[in-house]
């Protein structure tokens, strides 16, 4: 049962029933409403690690201000600070709150806040060094947000320690995006009185942001570990292996996904580590990751200039076959081969860069990215200086573009099952789409095919295309069952 709306909407008489129930509870008398089962459980764990209820000394201080600066200084929630007090300490400041940010084991490393609550919380320990665990100080947010890995408000008398009822806190726990686990704590903690419903909100929302500032700057820390070691990877020839991060995150292999694991468990020390399949692979050291060796030759999946490459990327997810063998594509690689597709003559690395990642295209990176598509389709088809393919190709939409030139508009609206790449943002696919999807329908309007026009209006652009559904409920006849559904959608459109 929760609390009512009435003590719910006014702090003091909630605070006043919360009393209440944690008198009962903890005496055993009969409870007016049963506590909230996060905050049940809460207490139940810190009553076994033996808190005090009515302790009157406050949090242990574990570490003086010298110990906080140097935690502080490696802490990876210091590059968040920034965004954290932009996003809290304002309007903590205006409740007359404080923020306080914790590290994985509840010791508090920074608070900021109204100087008025600041000097209130020094009376009671709620400073920098101390450790707001449960085993600690028993049920708060801070802790109980550990413990139960989830974000937590604890209001007023549903604190165990008797001392902080007078106190509101919300918190919320981060996670390290490489590893998933906890690495602190971002709280808000003011007065019983002034504390706003929408605080909660407010601190997990802190906390996405903080998770996703540590994601971007992990993903670009990844990008440059790839882009620095990938002519060392390139480099193993016809060896498997892989470039790995420092926590055992799998970043690119040679050949491609050929791990069957995102993440290996890696020894302490630099030395060999024992793959899933139960092979001992070799890892050297490459500063910020390891270059993994397996020792283990690969065959090449083509050894001739004779190859047959498909790409199939019309209208679904991109698919690539290399002498009738399936190639898992990145998307990346997707956008690569289309670009090469379309210049049989080949590409400079700038070109490549430019075309794929757009004005800020790195020619370095479009360089490692090739190095990786080159081990999975072979040297002999994926050539350099400059980049091109070498294989008999064969690619859809460069199909409905032949068919298009010959006059053969049904051939290539049955061809046609939906746009290049849809999703792809990369600048010389976007342009090859939005032509190819231009031309095909002014094609059919202009045949005055009745066949042609179907195959393109079922395909996802068509289905949205008035003028098109107009077209083919003219020339359709009444006695054509298509006729009634194509009617039905041109009103939609129109509607």
Not at 43 to 60: F, I, Q
Not at 69 to 86: G, V
Not at 90 to 117: K, P, Y
Not at 415 to 434: D, M
Request: with cysteine; net charge negative.
């Amino acid at each position: 049962m929760g609390l009512s709306t009435t003590s719910a909407a006014d702090p003091v008489a909630r605070a006043q029933l919360l009393a209440r129930i944690r008198d009962a509870v903890l005496s055993g008398a009969p409870v007016p409403q049963q506590p909230r089962p996060v905050v049940s459980e809460s207490w139940r764990r810190s009553l076994a690690a033996r808190v005090d209820p009515e302790r009157g000394a406050g949090p242990p201080a574990v570490f003086d201000s010298r110990d906080v600066a140097d935690l502080r200084a490696e802490h990876p929630l210091a590059e968040t600070l920034p965004l954290l007090r932009e996003t809290l300490v304002a309007t903590a400041d205006e409740a007359l709150h404080m923020m306080v940010v914790t590290d994985e084991h509840g010791h508090i490393l920074w608070r900021e806040g109204q100087s008025g609550v600041l000097t209130t919380a020094d009376k009671v320990g709620l400073i920098e060094g101390t450790r707001w665990s449960e085993d600690a100080m028993g049920t708060n947010a801070m802790g109980t947000a550990l413990a139960e890995n989830l974000a937590v408000q604890i209001h007023s008398a549903e604190h165990l320690v008797r001392a902080y009822s007078v106190w509101t806190c919300a918190a919320c726990p981060v996670h390290d995006p490489d590893t998933g686990r906890i690495i602190g704590v971002v709280d808000v903690t003011g007065p019983v009185h002034s504390f706003h419903p929408s605080t909660m909100a407010l601190v997990k929302a802190a906390a996405r942001l903080a998770e996703g500032q540590l994601r971007a700057r992990m993903a670009a820390r990844d990008e440059l570990l790839r882009t620095r070691c990938a002519p060392q990877l390139a480099a193993l020839g016809g060896e498997y292996g892989a470039l790995v991060t420092r926590s055992g995150r799998v970043l690119a292999s040679e050949p491609h996904n050929w791990l069957p694991t995102p993440r290996l468990e890696l020894p302490g020390e630099n030395g060999t580590v024992t793959l899933p399949n139960g092979q001992v692979a070799v890892l050297e050291e490459l500063g910020e990751g390891y270059l993994l060796r397996s020792g283990r030759r690969r065959t090449p999946l083509v050894t001739t200039a004779a190859a047959h490459l498909e790409l199939r990327f019309l209208g679904h997810a991109p698919i690539a076959e290399l002498n009738g063998r399936r190639i898992r594509l990145t998307q990346r690689h997707a956008d690569m081969l289309t670009l090469l597709a379309l210049h049989p003559d080949g590409v400079s690395a700038e070109q490549l860069a430019t075309g794929v990642y757009g004005e800020r295209g790195n020619p370095v990176t479009a360089r490692a990215e090739v190095h990786r598509l080159r081990a999975q389709l072979g040297a002999a088809v994926v050539r350099s200086s400059p980049y091109r393919l070498q294989a008999d190709l064969t690619a859809d939409w460069l199909q409905v573009r032949s068919e298009l030139l010959a006059g053969e508009v049904r051939s290539a609206a049955s061809r046609y099952r939906g746009e290049l790449r849809p999703g792809s943002e990369a600048p010389a696919v976007t342009e090859e789409r939005e032509l190819l999807a231009a031309t095909i329908r002014r094609a059919v309007l202009d045949s005055g095919d009745a066949e042609a026009m179907w195959l393109v209006a079922e395909t996802d652009t068509g289905a949205d295309d008035l003028e098109l559904a107009e077209r083919l409920a003219a020339s359709l006849p009444l006695s054509d069952p298509r006729h009634a559904t194509i009617t039905a959608r041109a009103d939609r459109l129109t509607s």
